[in-house]
């Protein structure tokens, strides 16, 4: 089935630097999310991004983070700078309209020290 | 804040039986219920997705809506080991663009 991918799959930072998790979402794809996963418990949703724009928003994403899908190249999460907190799997999903199934990566496991 | 309930928290169920998950949203505004099945380590994949009032049954899952009481269920008849995992409900808007999940109903087929 549709693939997406995610790079890397695991990045440990030190606490107030900055990372860049990338995602290559489903091809004919139009609907990128992000999500927050702790501990493989409560799924958080971070962002909707499409037609070039953030549609949606939780409180979660924090005025660290930055989306952005420069050309149709990868779907990007920049935090910068980095909190312990954010210590997380973060999996990137996309689909075809809103209506459509989301396919999963899976996950950058993100340790911030 | 728009919150997605799921209960109970965690099943077991003998090789073989049925379970049945609950999910609740306390967002009117919600238009589509999502089951996603995720394994220990893997990603999310979806099993079922219900937009209308009443049932819809795939192989051994069926998924029930009430959009009054925006309570969705999913119950897996034949429960096999392979099925032990966690399994998410997820609402989202008109439009899709925001997607909230529950917490989760983690599963435990007993052999």
């Known amino acids: 089935g549709p693939k997406v991918l995610q790079i890397p799959s695991h990045q440990i930072i030190d606490m107030g630097q900055m990372v860049t998790l990338n995602c290559d979402p489903v091809s004919n794809h139009l609907y990128f999310y992000w999500y927050k996963q702790i501990l493989g418990q409560q799924m958080e949703f971070l962002v909707n991004f499409y037609n070039g724009k953030v549609m949606e928003k939780s409180k979660l994403f924090k005025d660290q983070f930055s989306v952005e899908r420069p050309d149709g190249s990868y779907f990007t999460l920049k935090i910068q700078p980095t909190a312990l907190e954010d210590s997380a799997v973060y999996f990137c999903?996309?689909?075809?309209?809103?209506?459509?199934?989301?396919?999963f990566g899976p996950g950058t496991r993100l340790t911030v020290l | 804040q728009q919150k997605v309930q799921q209960s109970p928290e965690s099943l077991i169920v003998p090789e073989g039986g049925m379970a049945s998950l609950n999910c609740t949203s306390s967002d009117r505004n919600v238009d589509y219920f999502w089951w996603y099945r995720q394994h220990s380590g893997k990603s999310p994949k979806m099993l079922m997705?219900?937009?209308?009032?009443g049932e819809k049954e795939e192989g051994r899952f069926t998924v029930h809506l009430n959009k009054a009481s925006l309570h969705t269920s999913l119950h897996i008849r034949d429960s096999q080991p392979s099925d032990s995992a966690l399994y998410l409900c997820?609402?989202?808007?008109?439009?899709?663009?925001?997607?909230?999940f529950g917490s989760g109903t983690r599963l435990l087929v007993s052999p």
């Open positions: 999903a996309s689909s075809s309209t809103g209506a459509h199934e989301q396919y």
């Open positions: 997705s219900i937009f209308s009032n």
């Open positions: 997820a609402a989202s808007n008109p439009g899709g663009y925001k997607v909230v």
